[in-house]
């Protein structure tokens, strides 16, 4: 059932954000009186699941249908359908070399309704049309996500005792108790964002509050690839404040009580939860001594740690004891609010793809394709997340598409950029052998991205 969750929420985003990019391209094709041969979404060789097309004043449907035929005798008249591989879309232009182009489609004289017959500002609008429209479905899913659920997350000044660390964390110089102050002398708004702007930064120096004194954590750029690969190396700190004893807790009668803030381990100074656990694991199967703050005073308290490093005791919930940013967006804010964040998402996916092109960080191992983009979808059905994820899927595929490789949008922008430049446009020859130089090598990243999630699905 979880996988079919996934796999139904990983179709329908795909779908949603392929059908909206073509439409872009499509939209700006009919505003500039350009011929829309088909509009697909999923691919269709040799026969279609279903299509539409409205020719001889009738619109005419045929299902599990071959391609050509007498449909092919109305070319001016845009085809619509499904194709049976379900992998992409897309809008068939008049006089546009990309995949869709066949040798026969540019033998003949240029005409008025081709893409290649446009003014260059009409060309550069059919060709960013999908982008832009990706562009603009992320503001309207975040505007429409900060109106619908409102925003919630912690604010690093609010996580008033620090960062819990793992191993790798601690390897690199942070301790428990650490206050991120600033990474790259860029303030961190966001808590769960610390570890991100590390890898989107590169960063080479954290300063920290560490003891009442500022300190600055210099880190090796080697530990980039395990950093991007160790998911978590900060978790927000709480102190070790007891709620009550389990039922079945080794100490019951020893005098811990509701309310009780641990201060020291054996002598040992330590508030943090995760210092805390830490030490009683060292102390396994002992009878050790707890120095735990009640009210104003403090007391020393017999404890046996059971052989598995615990205590039996439960822990006040952490979120009792931190301040939540809540923020509620009524419609007209929403949009604006949306668009901020949909600017940021850009911003910082831009960061996280250099990483991809920078070989030290052995960011391009991690390089997915569907399966990867499957794991991030919750197992359980949840709008807010789903619509959530779109949004981010949306600004990916439009910053990739970004890319000035031919074979992409960003390739025949780029290409129309040197035109207007130059005064010159590039030959259709040479367009034609850009674009197949430039699908070989998208061939070369899919191959790459589905090497990552075969290799992933065995480790």
């Not at 199967?285 to 059971?306: A, F, K, M, Q, W």
């Given at each position: 059932?979880?996988?079919?969750?996934?796999?139904?929420?990983?179709?329908?985003?795909?779908?949603l954000?392929?059908?909206v990019?073509e439409?872009?391209?499509?939209?700006?094709?009919?505003?500039?009186?350009?011929?829309v041969e088909?509009?697909?979404?999923?691919?269709?060789?040799?026969?279609?699941l279903?299509?539409f097309?409205?020719?001889?004043?009738?619109?005419?449907?045929?299902?599990?249908?071959?391609?050509g035929g007498?449909?092919?005798?109305?070319?001016?008249?845009t085809?619509?359908?499904?194709?049976?591989?379900?992998?992409?879309?897309?809008?068939?232009?008049?006089?546009?070399?990309?995949?869709?182009?066949?040798?026969?489609?540019?033998?003949?004289?240029?005409?008025?309704?081709?893409?290649?017959?446009?003014n260059?500002?009409?060309?550069?609008w059919?060709?960013?049309?999908?982008?832009?429209?990706?562009f603009?479905?992320?503001?309207?899913?975040?505007a429409?996500?900060?109106?619908?659920?409102?925003?919630?997350?912690?604010r690093?000044?609010?996580?008033?005792?620090?960062?819990?660390?793992?191993?790798?964390?601690?390897?690199?110089?942070?301790?428990?108790?650490?206050?991120?102050?600033a990474i790259?002398?860029?303030?961190?708004?966001?808590?769960?964002?610390?570890?991100?702007?590390?890898?989107?930064?590169?960063?080479?120096?954290?300063?920290?509050?560490?003891?009442?004194?500022i300190?600055?954590?210099?880190?090796?750029?080697?530990?980039?690839?395990?950093?991007?690969?160790?998911?978590?190396?900060f978790?927000?700190?709480?102190?070790?404040?007891?709620?009550?004893?389990?039922?079945d807790?080794p100490?019951?009668?020893?005098?811990?009580q509701?309310?009780?803030?641990?201060?020291?381990?054996?002598?040992?100074?330590?508030?943090?939860?995760?210092?805390?656990?830490?030490?009683?694991a060292?102390?396994?199967g002992?009878?050790?001594?707890?120095?735990?703050?009640?009210?104003?005073?403090?007391?020393t308290?017999?404890?046996?740690?059971d052989?598995?490093?615990?205590?039996?005791?439960?822990?006040?919930?952490?979120?009792?004891?931190?301040?939540?940013?809540?923020?509620?967006?009524?419609?007209?804010?929403?949009?604006?609010?949306?668009?901020?964040?949909?600017?940021?998402?850009v911003?910082?996916?831009?960061k996280?793809?250099?990483?991809?092109?920078?070989?030290?960080?052995?960011?391009?191992?991690?390089?997915?394709?569907f399966?990867?983009?499957?794991?991030?979808?919750?197992?359980?059905?949840?709008?807010?997340?789903?619509?959530?994820?779109?949004?981010?899927?949306?600004?990916?595929l439009?910053?990739?598409?970004?890319?000035?490789i031919p074979?992409?949008?960003?390739?025949?922008?780029?290409?129309?950029i040197?035109?207007?430049i130059?005064?010159?446009?590039?030959?259709?020859?040479?367009?034609?052998?850009?674009?197949?130089?430039?699908?070989?090598?998208?061939?070369?990243?899919?191959?790459?991205?589905?090497?990552?999630?075969?290799?992933?699905?065995?480790?």
């Amino acid at each position: 059932m979880v996988v079919l969750i996934k796999a139904v929420q990983v179709i329908l985003a795909l779908s949603l954000l392929i059908l909206v990019h073509e439409f872009g391209h499509f939209f700006f094709a009919k505003l500039s009186k350009t011929r829309v041969e088909k509009f697909y979404l999923f691919f269709n060789p040799r026969f279609s699941l279903i299509k539409f097309k409205r020719f001889g004043g009738k619109l005419h449907c045929k299902v599990l249908s071959a391609n050509g035929g007498e449909w092919d005798e109305h070319p001016e008249c845009t085809e619509y359908g499904i194709g049976w591989v379900p992998f992409g879309g897309y809008c068939k232009i008049s006089g546009m070399i990309d995949e869709t182009t066949d040798k026969e489609d540019l033998a003949g004289p240029p005409q008025p309704w081709e893409f290649r017959t446009k003014n260059l500002w009409q060309r550069f609008w059919i060709m960013f049309g999908g982008v832009f429209f990706n562009f603009i479905l992320a503001v309207v899913l975040y505007a429409g996500i900060l109106h619908a659920w409102g925003e919630e997350y912690l604010r690093n000044e609010d996580a008033v005792y620090g960062i819990a660390v793992n191993d790798l964390s601690a390897e690199i110089g942070f301790r428990d108790g650490d206050r991120i102050l600033a990474i790259e002398g860029h303030e961190v708004d966001n808590f769960a964002n610390i570890q991100i702007d590390m890898l989107r930064q590169q960063a080479r120096e954290v300063t920290v509050l560490r003891d009442g004194e500022i300190v600055t954590v210099r880190i090796d750029e080697n530990y980039l690839p395990a950093m991007l690969n160790t998911p978590g190396m900060f978790t927000v700190a709480v102190p070790f404040v007891v709620a009550g004893l389990l039922p079945d807790s080794p100490n019951a009668g020893c005098g811990l009580q509701e309310g009780d803030r641990v201060t020291a381990v054996c002598g040992e100074p330590m508030t943090i939860v995760s210092s805390v656990l830490n030490s009683f694991a060292a102390h396994a199967g002992e009878e050790i001594e707890l120095t735990v703050l009640r009210g104003e005073e403090s007391l020393t308290v017999p404890v046996n740690v059971d052989e598995s490093g615990l205590i039996g005791v439960y822990l006040t919930d952490p979120m009792q004891m931190l301040t939540i940013t809540r923020r509620e967006y009524g419609l007209l804010e929403a949009i604006p609010a949306g668009a901020v964040k949909a600017w940021k998402t850009v911003s910082g996916y831009v960061k996280e793809l250099g990483l991809i092109f920078t070989p030290k960080t052995g960011a391009y191992k991690s390089v997915g394709s569907f399966i990867a983009i499957g794991k991030i979808f919750p197992e359980q059905w949840d709008w807010s997340k789903f619509w959530s994820i779109c949004a981010f899927l949306s600004i990916m595929l439009g910053v990739l598409n970004i890319i000035p490789i031919p074979g992409l949008d960003g390739g025949h922008i780029l290409f129309l950029i040197v035109e207007a430049i130059t005064g010159r446009k590039p030959g259709d020859k040479f367009l034609q052998v850009a674009e197949t130089i430039g699908m070989i090598f998208l061939i070369g990243l899919m191959v790459l991205a589905f090497g990552n999630d075969i290799r992933g699905l065995f480790k």
